[in-house]
């Protein structure tokens, strides 16, 4: 298997993506995997929500990456900076794509949390001005997105966008600007979506405002609500449950193998 570590940003250390590439195998070509920990835009959870996450898709015909982006540790990177990060992070998958064994036109963005809404960002707003500017128009579109109990709502999470806009009072339009149901067009990929009812971080209500605006604009969406989790359940197994009995559930568990079989008949 191939491992590399690869600078985003020039200026900050903290933006990097991780290369997960398993070794050939006669003329089979993978898919990719773009994959963005949560962390409410305060840090990254790259320990439960990026490598396990990567090693559980590779399985599936996928090659993984895994992306650190910038937090509100850096507080002069707010919104749009993270999304131009990710888009980063997609012209180069695509751009390697014959070193990484991977078909360019199957890349895809799975996202926890605020990394989910960083994923719903880069599936719905690749094409913001201020992205293209600095990445080929296009390049940086997903062909899928899946979305894991993702922040998608200022009507109905607030924390991780105030660090995402690194204000503690972010106006009203600040808020819609960085709520993913109003940019949802003919121009969004289609998504797949998993959350638990009980989330009591996340709001069930993001993942639903989501689906509302897909079924308005007639797009493609599946979507898993499972009845009862904690936030932040992963995996849903013992390799990312960290001896927490609520995060291992073998129901849960399933949405890997159902995410991969989505991806796959995209």
């Not at 751009?95 to 960002?121: K, M, T």
């Not at 979305?147 to 709502?153: E, K």
């Amino acid at each position: 298997m191939l491992y590399e570590r690869i600078p985003l940003d020039a200026d900050n250390p903290q933006v990097y993506l991780e290369v997960y590439v398993a070794d050939p195998v006669g003329s089979y070509v993978r898919s990719a995997m773009l994959v963005i920990p949560g962390g409410g835009y305060a840090t990254c959870c790259a320990d439960r929500e990026g490598e396990p996450i990567a090693q559980a898709f590779m399985p599936n015909g996928f090659n993984a990456f895994v992306l650190h982006y910038s937090t509100c540790t850096n507080s002069d990177k707010t919104f749009p900076a993270q999304l131009i990060e990710a888009s980063k992070a997609m012209q180069h998958i695509r751009q390697n794509a014959a070193r990484y064994n991977i078909d360019p036109n199957r890349v895809f963005v799975c996202g926890f949390s605020a990394g989910g809404h960083l994923a719903a960002s880069l599936g719905t707003m690749w094409h913001l001005p201020e992205v293209t500017s600095v990445v080929p128009d296009g390049i940086n579109k997903p062909t899928g997105m899946l979305l894991i109990y993702p922040v998608i709502s200022g009507k109905y999470h607030l924390s991780s966008l105030r660090n995402l806009l690194g204000s503690s009072e972010p106006t009203e339009e600040q808020l819609a600007m960085c709520s993913i149901e109003n940019h949802v067009d003919s121009r969004s990929v289609p998504a797949f979506v998993m959350q638990t009812f009980n989330d009591e971080l996340v709001d069930v209500r993001n993942a639903l405002t989501l689906a509302q605006a897909y079924k308005e604009a007639n797009l493609s969406m599946e979507l898993h609500i499972y009845p009862d989790a904690p936030h932040g359940v992963a995996l849903g197994n013992a390799i990312t449950g960290c001896g927490n009995p609520k995060w291992e559930n073998p129901s849960i568990a399933q949405w890997v193998r159902s995410a991969a079989f989505w991806a796959n008949s995209v």
